[in-house]
């Protein structure tokens, strides 16, 4: 347990599929970060059930909390704004008597009582967050944050965030956001087709495997990565994720050995690695970022990002090296770089 204090801050980070939260000291010192499982588009309660265990944790209820989401999306909710709403009201309620400060964009923070008024600029902003942190601590960067669904592209220089897109739709439009990450991102959206003893094979479009099959065959897959039950509700081992690749091919496991399958997951990450790489290159040429400028990783896959910085032949940072974490003591915080980056944002608002 790391015990909060009343001078402390935690910044929450509410996604989709998962509840991310960092607890900050009020030297800006990272204590403690945890990602939880919350399949939102199931139900409310998820969320709920995730606060309250996040502070069960941590022992007390702070000062003061940050907040910033990408969850008001879930099909849950029938509009952005709707849900923007309700996960304001799930905090409120479960931080209470504490302030919550909502993360909105280029607006910065505001009360939760505000938030009618500003859905729009809420909603989503999550990556400015990361971005903005960054922006404060290199005068040059591509931020690069990697996640179990999805990947932030952003351009950071002379102390600004140099984003095209404001919003999701604006942003997948300019290469800024890619539906493409290392656990949740089904394997038919990874390639339409795959080479298999000697011959081109179409992958079916069903939901068999996902990208963390993909990276536990490479022996990427960070142990803690994968949360939420594999698309067979099968074994979470290397023999289970081959058995589900192979069944995109129409196939049984024992088609083929598991080096084959896992020479098949390292041509499907290639081509993951191809896409983000034209998105990269596509961001770039918007704008001058010096040749050395780096490309700084977070995320739970930015395992990819080094190499991606090797492909761009720039220098790579990881965030956590931006971060002061010497009194860390449980969780890795560059997973959870949006709910850090707010808290730290909001500590020196």
Request: glycine letters at 8%; charged letters at 20%; proline letters at 5%.
């Amino acid at each position: 347990m790391c015990l909060v204090s009343p001078d402390d801050i935690i910044g929450w980070d509410l996604g989709g599929a998962h509840l991310k939260a960092a607890h900050l000291d009020a030297q800006g010192y990272v204590l403690a970060a945890v990602q939880l499982p919350c399949p939102l588009w199931q139900g409310i309660y998820f969320l709920q059930r995730s606060v309250d265990e996040v502070l069960n944790r941590w022992g007390a209820n702070p000062g003061r909390h940050a907040v910033t989401m990408t969850g008001e999306l879930v099909d849950l909710f029938s509009s952005r704004s709707e849900g923007v709403h309700a996960l304001v009201r799930v905090m409120e309620d479960r931080l209470w008597p504490a302030p919550v400060d909502l993360f909105a964009g280029t607006r910065g923070f505001l009360p939760a009582t505000a938030s009618r008024n500003a859905a729009e600029s809420i909603a989503s902003s999550n990556w400015l967050a990361s971005a903005s942190f960054v922006s404060r601590h290199l005068p040059q960067a591509l931020l690069v944050d990697i996640g179990s669904t999805t990947t932030d592209i952003v351009a950071v220089g002379g102390g600004s965030v140099l984003a095209q897109g404001m919003n999701d739709h604006a942003r997948m439009r300019c290469g800024e956001l890619v539906y493409s990450g290392v656990v949740r991102t089904p394997v038919m959206v990874m390639a339409q087709r795959v080479p298999f003893n000697g011959v081109w094979v179409p992958l079916m479009a069903e939901h068999f495997a996902v990208s963390a099959d993909v990276y536990r065959l490479t022996g990427e897959l960070p142990a803690h990565a994968d949360q939420h039950p594999a698309a067979d509700n099968g074994p979470k081992t290397r023999k289970g994720s081959a058995r589900r690749l192979a069944r995109m091919l129409g196939l049984d496991l024992e088609a083929a050995t598991l080096a084959d399958w896992c020479r098949l997951a390292r041509y499907l990450s290639d081509q993951q690695m191809q896409a983000l790489l034209a998105n990269i290159d596509l961001v770039l040429s918007h704008h001058d970022l010096d040749a050395d400028a780096p490309l700084v990783g977070a995320g739970v896959g930015r395992f990819l990002v080094r190499r991606l910085a090797q492909c761009c032949g720039r220098p790579y940072i990881d965030l956590l090296s931006l971060l002061k974490a010497e009194r860390l003591a449980t969780g890795d915080p560059v997973d959870c770089a949006p709910a850090v980056a707010v808290a730290w944002l909001a500590r020196c608002a």
